[in-house]
């Protein structure tokens, strides 16, 4: 699907919508833009619906996650560029090991 086919169908489906939807929507888009992450859009159209709820939600959101402002930063040590083994290799080679009895379970 080209762009503008994607644009076209965006465009109905927001003139389908109600106002609470369109008003996530766009606000999702504002969040991308401002975080520069496109998946902004996604959360804010997937949170609950005032349309069940009413048009007043009890709640905002800064985004996904939490920040701790009066908090200190501490700096994550870089990642290990070789850890030893390989991930996919310890997944292959991995076998479960179970002990299954002749016996049946008694109640």
Same mark, same amino acid.
């Given at each position: 699907?080209?762009? *503008?086919?994607?644009? $076209?169908?965006?465009?109905?489906?927001?003139?389908?919508?109600? $106002?609470?939807?369109?008003?996530?929507? %766009?606000?999702?888009?504002?969040?991308? %833009? *401002?975080?520069?992450?496109?998946?902004?859009?996604?959360?804010?159209?997937?949170?609950?619906?005032?349309?069940? #709820?009413?048009?007043?939600?009890?709640?905002? /959101? $800064?985004?996904? #996650?939490?920040? %701790?402002?009066?908090?200190?930063?501490? /700096?994550?040590?870089?990642?290990?560029?070789?850890?030893?083994?390989?991930?996919? *290799?310890?997944?292959?080679?991995?076998?479960? =090991?179970? =002990?299954? /009895?002749?016996?049946?379970?008694?109640?």
């Amino acid at each position: 699907m080209n762009i *503008e086919k994607t644009f $076209d169908l965006l465009k109905k489906i927001l003139e389908d919508s109600s $106002d609470d939807l369109r008003r996530f929507f %766009y606000e999702g888009v504002k969040r991308s %833009y *401002e975080k520069k992450d496109l998946t902004m859009i996604y959360h804010y159209i997937s949170m609950l619906s005032p349309d069940y #709820y009413g048009t007043d939600l009890f709640y905002t /959101s $800064d985004g996904y #996650y939490k920040s %701790y402002p009066n908090n200190p930063r501490i /700096s994550l040590p870089k990642p290990l560029e070789k850890a030893g083994t390989d991930l996919f *290799e310890v997944i292959r080679s991995r076998r479960s =090991r179970r =002990r299954y /009895s002749r016996k049946p379970l008694t109640l």
